[in-house]
């Protein structure tokens, strides 16, 4: 089951045109590489993905699935490898958004703010996932030491707050980058809305008992979210240990 999304991504790449029919063979592959994600086998989502741009380029629609793929499986992983993994993330990321000709020139012109002011409705999840990826890398580095990155994350996150939300990545963009900002109370409130637009994603459970709890004053409420995670079902073994790690960790550091 694990290897047929994976031959299927190498045989709509094989057989794609070079041609007219170049965006219709990408759609192929990416939805090949959608039912790969979906299933949990992210290795064979992430071979998709660079076999689709090495035949496509620096198309977006690849760019911020690939960003959001090195995001997740950071969260399953020590914080060596998670730093290492949300860089990629991070730099995929930049490369969608200067891909967009009038955010680099502004970015090179006049900064980071006046560029994301300009950016093409095109690149909006790329938006929003490098966004997430640079705010975890701060949370996860630790904001003493990460300095020079609090001003680029809040600029995103700003234009962040101004993006069509089909899911709910906003909110949890956003409650990242209030975590890696030190509101910690904010963070509360977005991840809380985050679940609400989607009550079953453990990874949020997980975010809100593990990277705001440090300011809980209601042990109740710690423990309703401990409860939630601990009920969790379906996941698989990766997930398994994020659950196991968050339930007993202790809160985030400054």
Sequence with gaps: MIRRYSIAVALFLSACP???????ALSLNLAAVDAAWEAGD???AREGLEQ???????????LWRLARLSSYQALYLPP??????????????MACLEGDQVFAQRRAETGLSDAVEGLGPARGRCLVWTTWAWARWVVVFGRTGAAMDLQPVATLAAAVAEQPSPDMTRSWTLGLAAVALGDLSRADELLLQARAEEPMAWELVADQLTLVRAQQT????????????????????AEERWVSAALRSEGTDD
């Design 18 to 24: 070079k041609g007219g029919g170049q965006v219709e």
């Design 80 to 93: 060596t490898d998670a730093l290492r993994l949300l860089g990629e993330a991070r730099a995929v990321g």
């Design 52 to 62: 689709a741009r090495q035949a496509y380029g620096e198309e977006p629609e690849l």
């Design 42 to 44: 992210y290795d064979s």
């Design 218 to 237: 209601e042990p109740a409420k710690s423990q309703e979210l401990r409860d939630l995670l601990a009920a969790a079902q379906g996941l698989n073994p």
